[in-house]
């Protein structure tokens, strides 16, 4: 069984790594600061509503139809809680936005998750069930499925290198996903083993799209704006955000998996400077020096995933599961999220012998009549010769 855990981004650091999660009620409480240049009065706070642990504590209600329960985590921009919807008798994760993350683009950010999350219908990627905003600040929020299980993160944090069968079944239904949201001209941007979630079920889920880029859509980005998890990110995403587009998720997808293979990150820095100079560079750590009993033919997959051009990287993420399997000699079956609905549902409708039309069971009777009165006058005609001779 695993642990249960929240659909929740953790902040990380300048080198990607994820500090322990302090949940919202161990935030300080103001009530416990007493200088006044440092502090504004509580009266002050609680008139701004600066603070999100009051109006969002458990056992609350919100938006009108959720009680909240406790908090499940924070991530950079938004807070997620454990809800019960009070309409539709279901449990949900209720993802808020902060208010210290209340600017424009922030709001536009936030909107546009929604309206990617609403226009993907994929089994591999968290579904939302209703958006809007609350209270009288029209705090935005998104209600989501409510999955039970663990991250990447936390599986390889709690299991340590997994086998390659292991990583090539995660690894069919990530590509999956991610082909389905590239087909709706979305780029997740931020793919790391924090927003890949494996539910108690079995199923793969992948979350957090507050950072993606849709192709359609309005820039949000400003220019010299570096966007996404330093550790993840391609070099074109690096030097500029923008130019960025699939080819940069198969690369995160790449340093997912040599996580996955080796629990290390493939680069070797001791700060963001270095981690960035490393990714822009290519400099990377072979795959087998980690794990020598790995087949050469794996790392040059992992080797061209993570390549520093663009279209030195396997074509789409499909494609790099295939290549992937194929290097350890294992088919693994690729899911088939994609297939339309209404062709699995013709193929599955048995089939049923087809009705002769009424027209064609009139004919039949006229047919067997016609025939019926010449076998009668041809047995009477031989009659009168037998009698007519005799």
Known sequence: MYPRRAVVTPVEDENGEVPPIDTLEDAPDPRQHTDPDAHPPIDELEAEATNVVDPFSP???????FRLGEPLGTGGMGAVFRAEDLMDQRPVAIKVLLKGAQDEQARQRFERE???????DHPGIVSILRHGYATRRRVPWLAMELLEGETLRQQIQRRGPMDPPRVAAILSHVADALEAAHAQGVIHRDLKPDNIFLTETGSVKLLDFGLSLSLSAKKLTATGT??????????????????AGAAADIYALGVVIYECLTGESPFIASDQGQLLGAILQGRLEPLRSRRPDLPEALQAVVERAMARAPDDRFPTPGAMADAFNDAIGRRVSRPRFSVEPGRIERRSR???PKAMPAKNDTLKWVGLGVLGLIAAAASALITYSLIAGG
């Open 350 to 352: 048995p089939s049923q």
């Open 226 to 243: 570096v966007i996404g998890t330093p550790r993840y990110m391609a070099p074109e995403q690096i030097t500029a955000a923008h130019d």
């Open 59 to 65: 056992g609350s209600f919100f938006a009108d139809r």
């Open 114 to 120: 929604s309206q990617i999350l609403a226009s993907i």
